[in-house]
């Protein structure tokens, strides 16, 4: 089977960085992916990661690392409108995309 | 473009009732999938499929059917109603070459009684 952790919430400031961790048991799949969902809205597609290492999009940044089964999102220069659920996801083989519980992010000024 | 569309955004059932949640895109997406939205349980895979006249099931299809006549459609269909489907209900589409950047529908909330 596979799962993928994520911490339920995470706090930060305007202007701060934040990092959401996502670590997975999973027998083998393509990447790993970050959705982004604001309440009463849709999840959107933030980034993907097919391989090791690092991709960054503007403010945001996800890194992969197959060896340890872990992968994180970067936020940098935080919005009050970052506050929103996160959501790492990865595609085993043979199926479609599974998601983490997410990870709600409150920004404060 | 529409993107992908479902309708209707909010239902009530009465326990046992049935109904079909429907699902269409408009950028010839290979792949569809359906995905039940409770909280703090992030979401989950109902059905999916990989184009026109193939369905699998996903994590919890119990008491869900699909079918995938067309490369538009991808209706989801609750057979007999149970409270425990009450949940906000997600379509997601996706091309061949990017399966990992779902297009999602803007959901259906569904209660049943």
């Known amino acids: 089977g596979q799962s993928l952790e994520q911490p339920s919430e995470v706090t930060a400031v305007e202007g701060a960085i934040v990092q959401i961790n996502c670590t997975y048991q999973?027998?083998?799949?393509?990447?790993l992916s970050w959705y982004q969902q604001h309440d009463g809205g849709a999840p959107t597609f933030l980034s993907y990661n097919a391989l090791d290492g690092l991709e960054e999009t503007g403010r945001f940044s996800s890194f992969l690392s197959r060896s340890d089964s872990y992968g994180y999102l970067l936020l940098q220069e935080l919005q009050m409108k970052d506050s929103a659920s996160y959501f790492c996801?990865?595609?085993?083989?043979?199926?479609?995309?599974?998601f983490g519980k997410g990870t709600t992010l409150s920004v404060s000024s | 473009n529409a993107g992908v569309t479902q309708t209707p955004k909010f239902q009530v059932l009465k326990t046992g009732q049935s109904m079909t949640l429907q699902c269409a895109q408009d950028?010839?997406?290979?792949?569809m999938s359906w995905y039940r939205q409770d909280p703090g349980m992030g979401l989950r895979l109902i059905h999916y499929?990989?184009?026109?006249?193939?369905?699998d099931q996903g994590e919890v299809p119990n008491g869900y059917n699909v079918s995938r006549s067309t490369t538009e459609d991808f209706p989801l269909r609750l057979l007999s109603a149970a409270p425990s489907q009450t949940s906000v209900y997600f379509c997601?589409?996706?091309?061949?070459?990017?399966?990992?950047?779902?297009?999602f529908g803007s959901g259906t909330q569904l209660s049943v009684l």
């Open positions: 997601a589409s996706s091309s061949g070459e990017g399966r990992e950047k779902l297009f």
């Open positions: 999973t027998s083998g799949f393509y990447g």
């Open positions: 499929s990989v184009g026109a006249g193939i369905t």
């Open positions: 950028m010839n997406h290979e792949y």
């Open positions: 996801a990865v595609r085993p083989r043979g199926t479609a995309l599974i």
